[in-house]
């Protein structure tokens, strides 16, 4: 669901194309119920429709027992552009990605990203099945794992990553709304309790980890509706096996517009949330000293007939993807309760807070 920056990239595709001829409009594939998704082809890039991204996010333990949560992110744009330019570096692709650690002890996010040119082998997303890299940032996948191998300015992440359950096909057998109008859709999948192990380097140190991630991939060419102005989503592991996805769009005035989720019980049961199902209740709030944005941090989430209290695992996970995505965003580990009772970890992702989402 991760489409706080389609405004964003959509300013980076123009300011890459800036020096491309223009072509008449370029017509992108909708995304309609009834498609049966087809794996493996279907974990791989999609290039046709216009965005599309492949998200993991978890919990960490070291050798010594501090908890981390980590984010590993590639988008991939395709924009609107000629479609004859023969040059290797005409952008008939743009990848971006996105890492983070947080990192409680420290009291600290370590973050970096990156933009290119799918070109020349620097950047790129296969098709086929999830190959994904720009520079020496890739994200892999084999019949039953998926690598992730980051190396950013200050940290890095080697981490190998185990299906231990079958995959979530969210919304109508893979097809999400995402709004009243039926074209306000994604193919989106998620694959939850990821058993990882590898190691995490901060300032050069390395240290062993293992620990619980989440898997989304999307793919859609419009996403959101004009009156939408950000969201809050939440994937969560929960310990007895089960997991839950759900989310909630906001409207200009910050209402609800829409929401939806997936629920899948211990016993491999699975649930698809209606949006008058899922209410997300904000609860305590944080304000970023360095933008100025305040979040609500604390959530009481309904979705069904589960209730979740959110606490996350450190305040100050704001990323600042300005530099790649023109977008300010709290991306952040979180720990799910009930009664005063740990029920499981996740991630949580809050967009629009510091200004509507501007849609291309």
């Not at 498609?35 to 050798?63: I, K, M, N, V």
């Not at 008939?92 to 933009?115: E, V």
């Not at 360095?290 to 209730?307: D, K, M, N």
């Not at 005063?340 to 807070?353: F, S």
Request: hydrophobic content about 40%; overall charge neutral.
């Amino acid at each position: 669901m991760r489409s706080w920056l389609l405004c964003a990239l959509s300013c980076a595709a123009m300011l890459w194309a800036s020096t491309e001829p223009r072509a008449a409009e370029t017509v992108y594939p909708q995304v309609t119920p009834g498609l049966a998704l087809q794996f493996p082809r279907d974990h791989g890039s999609h290039p046709d429709f216009r965005l599309e991204w492949w998200y993991l996010t978890g919990w960490l333990q070291t050798a010594d027992g501090q908890p981390l949560g980590f984010q590993v992110t590639f988008f991939r744009l395709r924009p609107t552009l000629a479609s004859g330019n023969p040059s290797a570096f005409a952008p008939t692709q743009l990848l971006i990605a996105h890492a983070a650690i947080s990192d409680p002890a420290r009291g600290r996010l370590w973050s970096d990203q990156r933009i290119a040119r799918a070109a020349l082998n620097l950047a790129g997303a296969a098709e086929g099945d999830t190959n994904v890299w720009l520079d020496r940032w890739r994200l892999t996948r084999e019949p039953s794992q998926y690598h992730a191998r980051i190396e950013a300015s200050d940290f890095a992440l080697a981490l190998t990553l185990e299906t231990t359950q079958p995959m979530l096909l969210n919304g109508e057998r893979g097809y999400s709304r995402k709004g009243p109008q039926p074209q306000s859709a994604s193919y989106y999948y998620s694959l939850p309790q990821l058993r990882v192990a590898g190691s995490v380097t901060r300032d050069g140190r390395a240290t062993t980890v293992s620990g619980l991630a989440w898997l989304d991939h999307e793919w859609s060419s419009e996403y959101l509706e004009p009156r939408a102005a950000g969201w809050d989503w939440v994937g969560l592991n929960l310990d007895d096996g089960s997991a839950l996805m759900a989310f909630r769009i906001r409207d200009r005035d910050g209402r609800n517009f829409w929401a939806g989720g997936t629920w899948r019980d211990a016993a491999g049961r699975t649930e698809v949330l209606r949006p008058e199902a899922v209410q997300f209740m904000p609860g305590r709030r944080w304000r970023s000293l360095r933008t100025g944005i305040e979040y609500p941090v604390e959530w009481t989430l309904q979705a069904g007939s589960q209730r979740f209290e959110l606490q996350p695992l450190l305040d100050d996970q704001e990323s600042d993807s300005r530099a790649t995505t023109g977008a300010v965003y709290w991306e952040g580990a979180v720990i799910a309760n009930r009664d005063g009772r740990r029920l499981g970890r996740g991630y949580l992702e809050l967009t629009g807070y510091g200004s509507p989402l501007r849609l291309p």
